[in-house]
């Protein structure tokens, strides 16, 4: 019976949601792991109401995508898309998240900004590099141009207006300034 509910869910998947981000350690076959509890918990929001429609894996309703294409992320992160009130914004730009990654409520990545010239137009977009195995506390603001190197953890509450490409740090606050530097991991995700 077990397995008759898992292909049924597996099959179920793909008729809204793209195959290649139906992959990864959030998905694996043998049972109903994350990723398929994912696909059933979110996907009559998302593409029969419509609140995220477009993107093509599942994600909260309570995350705002903007154009999912310029997004590249590596499908065993794919639990980033459910934290309540993420704003991945993504206009004219690509936005880098790197594998291992963890993103929590709340954060603002943010790729363009306003015109000041006009408010009701878009600065053009800049990319932003978040690099492997990186931390990125509640509520913070990534802002357009930015990368951060691996290892990067950024503190909650914090604004992140300048790269820290250098990675193996801690950084916090308004505007972020590195805290304290971490020694460089042993180990690294493949």
Not at 6 to 19: D, G, N, P, Q, T
Not at 31 to 48: A, S
Not at 71 to 85: A, C, L, Q, R, V
Not at 154 to 177: H, L, Q, R, Y
Request: contains cysteine.
């Amino acid at each position: 019976m077990k397995r008759v509910l898992i292909f049924f869910v597996h099959c179920f998947a793909r008729l809204f949601y793209k195959r290649e981000y139906l992959s990864g350690k959030m998905f694996a076959s043998d049972h109903l792991t994350l990723g398929w509890r994912l696909v059933l918990r979110y996907w009559f929001v998302q593409k029969i109401v419509g609140v995220n429609r477009k993107v093509p894996w599942p994600c909260s309703p309570l995350v705002k995508i903007g154009q999912w294409k310029n997004i590249e992320f590596d499908n065993d992160d794919i639990d980033n898309f459910t934290s309540p009130g993420t704003y991945f914004q993504s206009i004219n730009a690509r936005l880098k998240i790197g594998k291992g990654t963890k993103i929590a409520p709340g954060v603002g990545l943010i790729t363009a900004n306003h015109s000041f010239d006009d408010l009701d137009q878009n600065a053009i977009g800049k990319d932003i590099e978040i690099g492997r195995n990186c931390w990125i506390g509640m509520n913070t603001v990534i802002l357009p141009g930015v990368i951060l190197g691996d290892h990067t953890i950024v503190g909650a509450g914090s604004i992140v207006t300048k790269s820290f490409s250098e990675g193996n740090c801690i950084i916090a606050g308004n505007p972020a300034k590195i805290v304290r530097y971490l020694d460089k991991p042993q180990r690294s995700i493949s």
